[in-house]
Structures are given as structure tokens and as C-alpha cells.
């Protein structure tokens, strides 16, 4: 038998070494052991096995956190197979869009989102198709279908260079591109955490961002089962109930987005919940407040934040809590086990200070984009360097600090938003001669898209009539939450429209 180096064999290590501990809490108080996590894994990795599905092919998950979630992810690992997690927030194309472009020879999916699969499994030809859980009246769910088969030893000889999953990243030109992140990447980003944030096995952690995100998967899930630790999924995030949640199971780490740290300082039952058990609150998506940071000192709690993106698995900085009063607006120092580097505009490097595009290196670089080897060459530099597309400079100390992103994304509510694909749609409403879709400070989210448009002799467009142009074609966070008409869009020399000016004028600096 091939030995397996990739994450398939985690589960089993863990039913060995710590078969009795709680692997996952869910469903308030159900709990999973790691052996049972194990067998179910087993299982699954048999039902795969018996439909053929093997080395290199593609199984898609629509659904919210759960413990199938993570049963499927391990179960494709043992097959060699790629797991494809895919966004719940997203409308039916965007879905059809993931199944085609992955080649999904299988789909595992809550039963709420039938009506958003349809047409994306039968345009894509999904081979086989399971429900989660029990199934649906007449149709077994894939727990059924894991009673009926015999686990066998796993055989695929997995390596760590072998791709593990395609997580789907919104595209700067409109279609989201799939990051391949090998069985190596997402383990070299767990060694990471648990080095930087000091995992231990005794963390209770509280899930309430969806594990569909990268940063939920790579930095939350996968290194608290790496070390045994106790993971506890909460389906969606409401501020009350993961405050009760935190009391109850005597909740240790906590990751989330300033948005969900803000809901909960703001919540009645702040001030009365018992948090002491909380050790370890991890950030990302954007700055944390001024305010957020005090709110939760005064608790004595405090935050690592971080900077990364799907394409590193995703992480590439840590800001220890000890640092963000001194380093306040720095995204920190490099993890462990990567390097960030500054280049200029020829590829040079430059001295600390000075703004350049970040460019990253470790093991926890992806592999490239899906189908895509173009996107994938220029995404690296000629020694093998991640090109991020985002700005920045380091500090004599080695700090990072981020100046801007040249992709222009908008981060909302934790949510990657890129403004091309959402121009490409909204340009095809008739009477729309120019658009550009900026960010805008949200107390609540962050920042929310606009859009700026410019308009034909007596056109007339709404706020609404263009989100209902393109609801239910986007994902309902990609719809501008404010369309404003402008005579004219600022532009340079070359005819690009200067959305810093936009931002400006429109109350986001930059």
C-alpha cells in the first residue's frame, strides 16, 4: 500500500491517538468522538469508492456547516478526490458555474438548495447526486447510503503536492477563477496556526463563519482536528446565540470578521455573558475598529488579525494581540512558515517604507487557477513569488501594512467582492452608458458597493430596478446597495475611470 501523506489520514491518526475525545459539537449539544468522525469518513470515502469516484475528481458540497461538511472533505481526501466547497450565498448561475467549471462528477447538497442546483447539475452533467443528511421524502440522503457500505482500508497514495480542493475566488474580469490548494498548502496553513495562535489540544473552538470560506476551512477547522482539538459548528451567525454558545461549551478560540465581532459587542446580552473561557479571538477580512478593539479589552479580550486570500490557503500574516496597540493598522509579520516580500513596478525589490505589490512564498501557496494556466503564469513571479495584486509596504521591523488593493475589491461583511463582474451586468442595462462600482464605508458591514453610473438622454434607472437586474444572477451581497448617477465618471488620460476620486467624493478615501 502507497503511504498517504495528505489529509486523509489525519482522522485516522486521531482515531488511534485520541478516539474518545470530541471531535465536533453541533446541533447545541450533540457531540462526535473522533473515532466516530473517523468511521464516518470511512464511510463516505466508500461511497465514493463504489461510484467510481477516485484520483482527480471533482466533489462538490452546497450546504451550511455540519459534520458531513467535514465527513465529505475527508472522505475525498482519502479517494485522492478534490473537494469543492461551494457558497451558499450564491445564485443559481454562479452555482451552475462552479459545477461546470470544477467538472464535478459528484454534488453533496442541503435540501434547501435544490431549486439553485437544478439547472447547474444537469447542465454540467453531475453524475451523481446526494442530499445531506436523511434525505428528502423518496430520496435517501447520503447518510443512508453510508449504512450500506463496507469501509475499506484507503489505497490512493496521496501526496502533499496532490491537489486537495478548488476553492472559487470572484474574478477581476467576471467569472470566479477556482483556486487549486494541494493536500501540502492546507496543511502547511494549519502548521501555521498552530504555531502563530498557539493551538492547543484542550481549545474548544466556535465556528459561526461558514466553512465554505477559506478562512473558516484552512484556519479554523482544519488546524483544531489537526491537533484534537473540539470544534463546535453553529449553522449561521446570530450574535445572542454564539454568546450563549460561548458560556456553555467554555468556548477557547473564536474566529470571525470585525461585522461579527461588532454584532456581538452590541448585542443586550454582552455586558452579562460569561467570556472568560475566550483565549484566543482571530480577525480577518479588514481592520478591526478603534471601537471593536476597546469594546472587547474591557472584556480583557484580545484580537489576532491577519492578512491573506484564498490563493495562500489563506494565510500570510498574523498580528499578535501583544502588537495591535503598537502596530496599530499593521496586518503583522509574516506566519511561520511564509515569506512576504515588497516588489516595485520593474520587480525590484524595495527598501521598508516604500509601497509595492506584496508578493508571497511557502508551502502554503496554491497550486494555480483551475483550467486556467494564463491566469496561472502571471499570477507568479519568474523565481516563483505569488503576485497578490494588493499594496503594501513593510516596516523596519517587518511589519505589513496594507495601502491598497489594485484589484479594488470590496470586503463586506467578510464577503470578497470584485467590482468588474458586477460593472460587466449592470452595463448591460439599457440606458446605462458608464459604470463603476466602488466601496463605501457600512457601519455594520464594513464597506457596501455602489454603483456610480452615468446615463443615455432620458434614461432613468433606480436603486431597485437594478438590483432587480441582477438579483438572483449575483449573490444578493453583490447587489449595489445604493445606484448613483453621476453627469460624467472621472477618468485618466487612458479613459480608466479613477475610482479613487469616486471614493473620495463618495465618503471612502483612497
Given at each position: 500500500m502507497t503511504q498517504d501523506h495528505g489529509l486523509g489520514f489525519w482522522l485516522d491518526k486521531?482515531?488511534?491517538?485520541?478516539?474518545?475525545?470530541?471531535?465536533?459539537?453541533?446541533?447545541?449539544?450533540?457531540?462526535?468522538?473522533?473515532?466516530?468522525?473517523?468511521?464516518?469518513?470511512?464511510?463516505?470515502?466508500?461511497?465514493?469508492?463504489?461510484?467510481?469516484?477516485?484520483?482527480?475528481?471533482?466533489?462538490?458540497?452546497?450546504?451550511?456547516?455540519?459534520p458531513e461538511f467535514l465527513q465529505v472533505l475527508f472522505g475525498c481526501a482519502q479517494r485522492g478526490a478534490v473537494f469543492v466547497p461551494v457558497n451558499t450565498r450564491l445564485a443559481p448561475p454562479e452555482i451552475a458555474h462552479v459545477l461546470a467549471d470544477s467538472g464535478a462528477k459528484a454534488l453533496v447538497y442541503d435540501a434547501e438548495f435544490a431549486e439553485r442546483v437544478a439547472d447547474g447539475v444537469e447542465?454540467?452533467?453531475?453524475?451523481?447526486?446526494?442530499?445531506?443528511?436523511?434525505?428528502?421524502p423518496g430520496v435517501p440522503g447520503l447518510a443512508h447510503h453510508m449504512r450500506d457500505v463496507s469501509p475499506h482500508p484507503a489505497d490512493a497514495g496521496v501526496g502533499l503536492d496532490d491537489p486537495a480542493a478548488i476553492i472559487y475566488t470572484s474574478g477581476t474580469t467576471g467569472k470566479a477563477k477556482g483556486a487549486v490548494l494541494s493536500h501540502g498548502n492546507l496543511t502547511w496553513?494549519?502548521?501555521?496556526?498552530?504555531?502563530?495562535?498557539?493551538?492547543?489540544?484542550?481549545?474548544?473552538?466556535?465556528?459561526?463563519?461558514?466553512?465554505?470560506?477559506?478562512?473558516?476551512?484552512?484556519?479554523?477547522?482544519?488546524?483544531?482536528?489537526?491537533?484534537?482539538?473540539?470544534?463546535?459548528?453553529?449553522?449561521?451567525?446570530?450574535?445572542?446565540?454564539a454568546l450563549a454558545l460561548v458560556e456553555r461549551h467554555r468556548v477557547t478560540m473564536l474566529s470571525g470578521v470585525p461585522t461579527t465581532y461588532q454584532l456581538m459587542a452590541d448585542h443586550p446580552d454582552w455586558a452579562s455573558t460569561d467570556v472568560s473561557s475566550l483565549q484566543k479571538l482571530t480577525c480577518g477580512g479588514s481592520a478591526v475598529p478603534l471601537r471593536i478593539l476597546n469594546a472587547f479589552e474591557?472584556?480583557?479580550?484580545?484580537?489576532?488579525?491577519?492578512?491573506?486570500?484564498?490563493?495562500?490557503?489563506?494565510?500570510?500574516?498574523?498580528?499578535?494581540?501583544?502588537?495591535?496597540?503598537?502596530?496599530?493598522?499593521?496586518?503583522?509579520?509574516?506566519?511561520?512558515?511564509?515569506?512576504?516580500?515588497?516588489?516595485?513596478e520593474n520587480g525590484e525589490r524595495v527598501p521598508a517604507g516604500t509601497v509595492g505589490e506584496i508578493e508571497i512564498s511557502g508551502p502554503n501557496v496554491f497550486l494555480g487557477y483551475h483550467g486556467l494556466p494564463e491566469a496561472t503564469a502571471a499570477a507568479f513571479t519568474a523565481d516563483g513569488w505569488f503576485r497578490s495584486g494588493d499594496l503594501g509596504y513593510l516596516d523596519d521591523d517587518g511589519y505589513l501594512f496594507i495601502a491598497d488593493r489594485l484589484k479594488d475589491m470590496i470586503i463586506s461583511g467578510g464577503e470578497n467582492i470584485y467590482p468588474a463582474e458586477v460593472e460587466s451586468l449592470i452595463a448591460e442595462i439599457g440606458g446605462i452608458s458608464g459604470v463603476a462600482v466602488i466601496g463605501v464605508p457600512d457601519e455594520r458591514w464594513g464597506e457596501v458597493p455602489w454603483a456610480v453610473v452615468t446615463l443615455r438622454d432620458d434614461a432613468e434607472v433606480t436603486t431597485a430596478s437594478v438590483r432587480a437586474h441582477l438579483d438572483g444572477v449575483l449573490a444578493r451581497y453583490k447587489l449595489p446597495k445604493n445606484v448613483v448617477v453621476v453627469e460624467e465618471l472621472p477618468r485618466t488620460a487612458s479613459g480608466k475611470v479613477r475610482k479613487p476620486d469616486l471614493r473620495a467624493r463618495f465618503g471612502r478615501r483612497g
Open positions: 486521531r482515531r488511534r491517538k485520541t478516539p474518545d475525545k470530541p471531535a465536533i459539537v453541533f446541533d447545541d449539544d450533540r457531540t462526535m468522538t473522533y473515532r466516530a468522525f473517523a468511521d464516518a469518513a470511512d464511510r463516505v470515502a466508500a461511497v465514493l469508492a463504489d461510484r467510481g469516484i477516485g484520483a482527480g475528481d471533482a466533489v462538490a458540497y452546497l450546504g451550511e456547516n455540519s447542465a454540467a452533467r453531475v453524475a451523481h447526486v446526494f442530499l445531506t443528511g436523511g434525505g428528502a496553513c494549519a502548521m501555521n496556526c498552530i504555531v502563530d495562535y498557539d493551538v492547543v489540544s484542550s481549545d474548544v473552538a466556535l465556528m459561526i463563519s461558514p466553512l465554505f470560506h477559506v478562512a473558516s476551512l484552512g484556519m479554523g477547522a482544519l488546524p483544531v482536528i489537526l491537533k484534537g482539538a473540539t470544534l463546535v459548528l453553529e449553522k449561521g451567525f446570530e450574535a445572542g446565540r474591557e472584556r480583557g479580550l484580545s484580537f489576532s488579525q491577519g492578512y491573506g486570500m484564498t490563493e495562500t490557503s489563506p494565510g500570510a500574516t498574523a498580528l499578535s494581540p501583544a502588537m495591535s496597540r503598537e502596530k496599530q493598522g499593521s496586518v503583522g509579520l509574516p506566519h511561520f512558515f511564509t515569506d512576504v516580500r515588497i516588489a516595485g
